[in-house]
């Protein structure tokens, strides 16, 4: 059994070991951005690079070509470190999702020579498509994470928040597809004849909008208009609305959904069209920020220089697919504050903040962190015994459910 000091000292030199490769990589996704599900030079990239260094690799884990789980020791605490790669439309890597991918590549790599000391399995699973389609959760059902004990990751951020992710969460989401269907005719000679689907998507987005006025100040919702007709001259016969709702609860969602739903089931019968709506993503549940994990990181993010002062509160906005992962493994998912970014995530601002020298330098600090988390909690016995019990199996997971 190893002892309760966590080699600390250790991490920071098997790190600085391998910050050139580490940054490279980092700095490879950032200059080549591929959307979910397309991460084929990300994944290739984070692959070798732990191959190097003495990592198993699976290629295609859970059915999905540019996931991956990468291994090393044989311990029987199994720790699932969880690495994002994917960026968003147009704006490439806004979300700093290149950082994602440093900070945790380097966390395991400074780990690796360590498992043996530490008793531990340690897994590094690509996860792709967090931005959407939701990578976790198909992986989760594919066995990715079955005998899993403890799951982590880190995400970047502006500065100005606190990177204790005690008592934390995120929103759950839900996003659909609604579409209306009408009668197409010409908009001059018959316009009596046609039923415009495009009225059907005018109307819920009216309707979604008045609704905001009466919704709590954390709940959200958002849509756009995918399709509502080809000419002028044409009435639409189909308008396609793609939409997302959001809250911290999912008895919360549930409800808001309903409403939602409401405003366009209301706006297909004004409007006289046809409606179904379908799912297109897996739902995101909120995070389930464990306490002793979030101890560990706070010491290790702490004695880097950054605030790890106690949230205000449980808001800040956002989901993930790690959420799925946090209801059925003890997990953390801290934010990172970038030295000087003032700039919101999801803009082409951040992308440009996701590669500098700062951002570059927290990510090192954040790497330490998720490392000196998962030895912490793997050298108390007390810790590694709850981690190691709390091992997720679906079956008994569907039992408790």
């Known amino acids: 059994?190893?002892?309760?000091?966590?080699?600390?000292?250790?991490?920071?030199?098997?790190?600085?070991?391998?910050?050139?490769?580490?940054?490279?990589?980092?700095?490879?996704?950032?200059?080549?951005?591929?959307?979910?599900?397309?991460?084929?030079?990300?994944?290739?990239?984070?692959?070798?690079?732990?191959?190097?260094?003495?990592?198993?690799?699976?290629?295609?884990?859970?059915?999905?070509?540019?996931?991956?789980?990468?291994?090393?020791?044989?311990?029987?605490?199994?720790?699932?470190?969880?690495?994002?790669?994917?960026?968003?439309?147009e704006v490439g890597h806004a979300c700093g999702h290149n950082l994602i991918a440093g900070s945790t590549v380097g966390a395991a790599l400074a780990l690796a020579p360590l498992v043996d000391e530490l008793g531990i399995t340690l897994k590094a699973i690509g996860t792709p498509a967090e931005e959407h389609g939701g990578g976790k959760s198909l992986l989760l059902d594919a066995g990715a994470f079955d005998g899993v004990g403890l799951s982590l990751m880190a995400h970047p951020v502006p500065e100005g928040r606190t990177a204790n992710p005690a008592g934390t969460s995120s929103q759950a989401v839900g996003r659909f597809r609604a579409t209306f269907a009408g009668q197409a005719a010409h908009a001059a000679a018959m316009p009596h004849r046609g039923i415009n689907a495009a009225d059907g998507a005018v109307l819920s987005q009216v309707a979604v909008g008045l609704l905001r006025q009466q919704l709590p100040d954390d709940?959200?919702?958002?849509?756009?208009?995918?399709?509502?007709?080809?000419?002028?001259?044409?009435?639409?016969?189909?308008?396609?609305?793609?939409?997302?709702?959001?809250?911290?609860?999912?008895?919360e969602y549930e409800s808001l959904l309903s409403r939602v739903r409401a405003c366009f089931?209301?706006?297909?019968?004004?409007?006289?069209?046809?409606?179904?709506?379908?799912?297109?993503?897996?739902?995101?549940?909120?995070?389930?920020?464990?306490?002793?994990?979030?101890?560990?990181?706070?010491?290790?993010?702490?004695?880097r220089g950054h605030d790890v002062t106690p949230a205000p509160d449980s808001s800040g906005g956002g989901s993930t697919d790690m959420g799925n992962i946090s209801q059925v493994i003890p997990s953390i998912h801290p934010m990172f504050g970038i030295p000087g970014a003032t700039v919101p995530i999801h803009s082409a601002g951040f992308t440009a903040v996701a590669d500098t020298p700062a951002a570059y330098e927290a990510m090192f600090d954040a790497a330490y962190a998720l490392a000196a988390t998962v030895a912490g909690a793997a050298s108390n016995p007390e810790q590694k015994a709850r981690f190691t019990a709390a091992a997720y199996h679906p079956a008994s997971a569907e039992a408790l459910a």
């Open 265 to 303: 089931e209301g706006a297909a019968l004004a409007s006289g069209t046809e409606l179904s709506i379908e799912d297109i993503e897996p739902l995101y549940e909120p995070l389930n920020q464990d306490l002793q994990l979030s101890e560990h990181w706070n010491a290790a993010f702490g004695s």
């Open 219 to 251: 709940h959200r919702t958002a849509l756009f208009v995918r399709e509502a007709g080809v000419a002028t001259n044409i009435i639409p016969d189909r308008a396609v609305v793609d939409f997302e709702c959001r809250a911290f609860t999912l008895p």
């Open 1 to 89: 059994m190893p002892s309760s000091a966590a080699p600390t000292s250790q991490l920071a030199q098997n790190l600085e070991a391998v910050r050139p490769a580490v940054l490279e990589m980092a700095r490879f996704i950032h200059a080549n951005p591929e959307l979910s599900f397309e991460e084929v030079k990300a994944a290739a990239a984070i692959t070798s690079l732990l191959e190097a260094h003495g990592f198993g690799v699976e290629r295609g884990t859970g059915g999905l070509d540019t996931a991956f789980t990468a291994t090393i020791g044989s311990g029987e605490l199994v720790v699932a470190i969880c690495v994002e790669y994917d960026c968003l439309p």
